[in-house]
């Protein structure tokens, strides 16, 4: 994304079936005061809006489960086409999680921290930048643990901890003795490390470009990662 | 059949010793006794041949009933009996290439020797009392056909037959009933053993149930008897400080109940009942897992739960609780707004808080060894 984007509100496309659901995603965007958001369509398929007015959308909120049926299996193909997927679900256990963001989706958010983690999410996401919800944190660490060559730091992966236990990244800082900007800086790592694995695409390969732009990891770091993913020791 | 028992192995072995005795018996009787009397009686004879065909059909009945006793997995073809009436005919085969006058010398060594082979024939049979007797009945009645073709029914010859029948047939029937009641007897211990070995297994676990009761006894007592004692000394139960202490003491009572309970992960099925109680009190909870929690042992789950469970206990309005497992290390945390609290500090686990924010954060932790 280029810097043309700052000056102006990131176009959203809203995939979801249950229209409370999307009254109460509208609401939060009505009351972000920098109007950093602007739903531009929505809809209960992925069709429906993303053959219309939803074509140019910088980030898709997708509802994993529309309808009764699991949208895993869509997310490669849309982010083959470029397209910055969140998903957001009531299911929040870590294989569906991992799955997630195998698949190629950029964040998941669980309804349950919707509210305080959305506009976040959904800004950084436009912005190609990482962002870790509490529950993807979980998830990390568990993956992590169970794999034959761990990728985490040991700082990594207690921050990731802290997060997924509900502390805001202030009481994290605290707790481990270091800046709020570092807290920030071991989160996100520990997502780029994740996010080189698996499955590439056009949205993974910006995210990581803007990672090494902003000096979060350097290139020598995703060959590495790729390295250890192609050795299999990622689950 | 594979036998685990160890005392029916004892028993096993026992059997085998005794049917191993009782082949040598045969062959030793066969090789020591049958063989040179056939040798120093080869002239005596009308057709040595048939003598020694005789020697040799033993000889084979003998090694195929012993192969069939030694493994337990192999039977005769035809049965016990038709081997039984070939030794018969050994027998009458050696009383007919004796001379007329030889009948009664001990070159007629098969109607006192077959008695051996019809040991280790009728062996595994439960009727060998009765198989041995028809089969003793049937081989004097050979020998007496034999004496009476041969002219030799005299008197003197009717005595000696009875005194070599009788002397046979005590030996190779005693032979019998001994090795049988050996076995007998060895399974008997084998019995006995196995009923005082159940019978001290479940005496052993009835003091375990026992003692596990009154631990549990003790704990539901150590969790509710304080609170009870101030309640019934008079506290207020509208003081804040007395409404914190009850409910940890039901928060603990409920982790009791529900420890036990036969459930697949006990350790989130604990939580899962503590965190339903304290909801229905009003409280906000919200549970998260990652990971699958490894096997751990009663001891340690109850140190692990006992931290978080008075930060739940104590919560005002809202709580998060997390609980993180991997292979080798179990976390579980508790966020909510109770006040600070002096942490209990159980064994074999690692307890960290931090107040920040208005916010009460512990987290216990277990890291097996």
Same mark, same amino acid.
């Given at each position: 994304?280029?810097?043309e984007r700052?000056d102006?509100?990131?176009?959203l496309?809203?995939v979801?079936?249950?229209?409370v659901?999307?009254?109460g995603v509208? &609401?939060?965007v009505a009351?972000?005061p920098?109007k950093?958001?602007e739903?531009?369509?929505?809809?209960?398929t992925l069709e429906?809006?993303l053959?219309?007015p939803?074509?140019?959308?910088?980030?898709?909120l997708?509802d994993l489960?529309?309808?009764?049926v699991l949208m895993?299996?869509?997310i490669?193909?849309? =982010?083959a086409?470029?397209?910055r997927?969140?998903v957001?679900?009531v299911?929040?256990?870590e294989?569906t999680?991992?799955?997630?963001?195998k /698949?190629? +989706?950029a964040? @998941?958010?669980?309804k349950g921290e919707?509210?305080?983690?959305?506009?976040?999410t959904?800004?950084?996401?436009?912005?190609?930048?990482p962002?870790?919800?509490?529950?993807?944190?979980g998830a990390?660490?568990?993956?992590?643990?169970?794999t034959a #060559?761990?990728m985490?730091? +040991?700082?990594?992966?207690? +921050?990731l901890?802290?997060?997924f236990?509900?502390?805001?990244?202030?009481?994290?800082a605290?707790?481990m003795?270091?800046?709020? !900007?570092t807290?920030?800086?071991y989160i996100? #790592?520990?997502?780029?490390?994740?996010?080189?694995?698996?499955?590439?695409?056009?949205?993974k390969?910006?995210l990581?470009?803007?990672?090494?732009q902003?000096g979060l990891i350097?290139?020598?770091?995703?060959?590495e990662?790729?390295? *250890?993913a192609?050795?299999?020791?990622?689950? | 059949?594979?036998?685990?028992?160890?005392?029916?192995l004892?028993?096993q072995?026992y059997?085998?010793? &005794?049917t191993?005795?009782?082949?040598?018996?045969?062959?030793a009787?066969?090789l020591g &006794?049958?063989?040179?009397?056939?040798?120093?009686?080869?002239?005596?004879?009308?057709?040595p041949?048939? /003598?020694l065909?005789?020697?040799?059909?033993?000889?084979?009945?003998?090694?195929?009933?012993?192969?069939?006793?030694?493994?337990?997995?192999?039977?005769?073809?035809?049965?016990p009996?038709p081997?039984?009436?070939l030794?018969?005919?050994?027998d009458?085969a050696v009383i007919? +290439? =004796?001379r007329?006058?030889a009948?009664?010398?001990?070159?007629?060594?098969?109607w006192?020797?077959?008695?051996?082979?019809a040991?280790?024939l @009728?062996?595994?049979? #439960?009727?060998?009392?009765?198989?041995?007797?028809?089969?003793?009945?049937?081989?004097a009645?050979?020998?007496l056909a034999?004496m009476a073709?041969?002219d &030799?029914?005299h008197?003197?010859?009717?005595?000696?037959?009875?005194v070599?029948?009788?002397g046979?047939?005590?030996?190779?029937?005693g032979?019998s009933?001994?090795a049988?009641?050996f076995?007998l007897?060895a399974?008997?211990?084998?019995?006995?053993?196995?009923t005082l070995?159940?019978?001290?297994?479940?005496q052993?676990?009835?003091e375990?149930?026992?003692?596990?009761?009154?631990r549990?006894?003790a704990q539901?007592?150590?969790a509710?008897?304080?609170?009870?004692? #101030?309640? !019934?000394?008079?506290?207020?139960?509208?003081d804040?400080?007395? *409404?914190?202490a009850c409910a940890?003491a039901?928060?603990?009572?409920?982790?009791?109940?529900?420890?036990?309970?036969?459930?697949?992960?006990?350790?989130?099925?604990?939580l899962?009942a =503590?965190? @339903?109680?304290?909801?229905?009190?009003?409280?906000?909870?919200?549970?998260?897992? !990652?990971?699958?929690?490894p096997?751990?042992p009663l001891?340690?789950?109850?140190?692990?739960?006992e !931290?978080?469970?008075?930060?739940?206990?104590r /919560?005002?309005t809202?709580?998060?609780?997390t609980?993180v497992?991997t /292979?080798?290390?179990?976390?579980i945390?508790?966020?909510?707004?109770a006040?600070? @609290?002096v942490?209990?500090?159980?064994?074999?686990?690692?307890?960290a808080?931090?107040?920040?924010?208005?916010?009460l954060?512990?987290e216990?932790?277990?890291?097996a060894p």
């Amino acid at each position: 994304m280029d810097r043309e984007r700052l000056d102006r509100p990131v176009k959203l496309a809203v995939v979801e079936d249950l229209p409370v659901v999307l009254a109460g995603v509208r &609401s939060w965007v009505a009351a972000d005061p920098q109007k950093r958001v602007e739903i531009i369509a929505s809809g209960d398929t992925l069709e429906a809006v993303l053959d219309g007015p939803g074509a140019d959308a910088d980030v898709i909120l997708l509802d994993l489960e529309l309808n009764g049926v699991l949208m895993i299996g869509r997310i490669p193909e849309l =982010c083959a086409q470029g397209r910055r997927v969140v998903v957001y679900s009531v299911h929040e256990d870590e294989e569906t999680v991992l799955n997630v963001l195998k /698949a190629g +989706a950029a964040t @998941f958010i669980t309804k349950g921290e919707s509210a305080e983690h959305c506009l976040e999410t959904i800004v950084a996401v436009a912005w190609d930048r990482p962002y870790v919800t509490p529950t993807m944190a979980g998830a990390l660490v568990v993956a992590d643990a169970s794999t034959a #060559r761990p990728m985490l730091s +040991a700082r990594e992966r207690e +921050a990731l901890l802290l997060w997924f236990q509900g502390m805001n990244k202030q009481s994290v800082a605290t707790r481990m003795g270091i800046s709020e !900007a570092t807290v920030k800086q071991y989160i996100e #790592r520990a997502r780029i490390k994740y996010a080189s694995t698996g499955r590439a695409a056009p949205t993974k390969t910006t995210l990581l470009a803007r990672a090494i732009q902003d000096g979060l990891i350097t290139p020598a770091d995703i060959i590495e990662y790729q390295s *250890r993913a192609a050795e299999g020791g990622q689950s | 059949m594979t036998v685990t028992d160890p005392e029916l192995l004892v028993a096993q072995r026992y059997s085998l010793a &005794s049917t191993r005795a009782a082949v040598t018996i045969v062959a030793a009787w066969h090789l020591g &006794s049958d063989l040179p009397s056939t040798i120093i009686g080869w002239s005596t004879y009308r057709w040595p041949l048939l /003598a020694l065909a005789a020697w040799i059909l033993y000889s084979v009945i003998g090694v195929a009933a012993s192969v069939v006793l030694l493994n337990p997995g192999r039977k005769l073809p035809f049965g016990p009996w038709p081997a039984a009436v070939l030794a018969l005919v050994a027998d009458a085969a050696v009383i007919i +290439a =004796c001379r007329p006058e030889a009948v009664m010398t001990a070159a007629n060594w098969g109607w006192g020797s077959v008695g051996w082979l019809a040991l280790i024939l @009728f062996w595994p049979r #439960r009727t060998w009392p009765r198989d041995l007797g028809v089969f003793f009945l049937a081989n004097a009645l050979v020998m007496l056909a034999g004496m009476a073709v041969a002219d &030799s029914l005299h008197q003197v010859w009717i005595g000696k037959f009875l005194v070599v029948l009788f002397g046979s047939m005590v030996l190779q029937a005693g032979a019998s009933a001994g090795a049988h009641g050996f076995d007998l007897a060895a399974r008997w211990a084998a019995d006995n053993s196995r009923t005082l070995a159940r019978a001290e297994a479940a005496q052993r676990a009835a003091e375990q149930v026992h003692a596990d009761r009154l631990r549990r006894y003790a704990q539901a007592r150590q969790a509710a008897a304080p609170v009870l004692t #101030r309640l !019934a000394e008079g506290a207020n139960p509208s003081d804040p400080d007395v *409404r914190h202490a009850c409910a940890v003491a039901a928060a603990r009572l409920r982790r009791l109940i529900a420890e036990t309970d036969d459930a697949p992960n006990p350790l989130l099925h604990t939580l899962r009942a =503590c965190v @339903f109680d304290i909801e229905k009190r009003g409280v906000v909870v919200h549970l998260l897992t !990652a990971g699958t929690v490894p096997p751990i042992p009663l001891e340690v789950r109850q140190a692990l739960i006992e !931290a978080p469970l008075e930060a739940l206990a104590r /919560a005002r309005t809202q709580a998060r609780v997390t609980l993180v497992a991997t /292979a080798n290390q179990v976390i579980i945390s508790v966020l909510s707004d109770a006040e600070e @609290f002096v942490l209990p500090a159980p064994d074999g686990v690692q307890v960290a808080t931090q107040v920040e924010g208005g916010l009460l954060w512990i987290e216990s932790g277990w890291t097996a060894p």
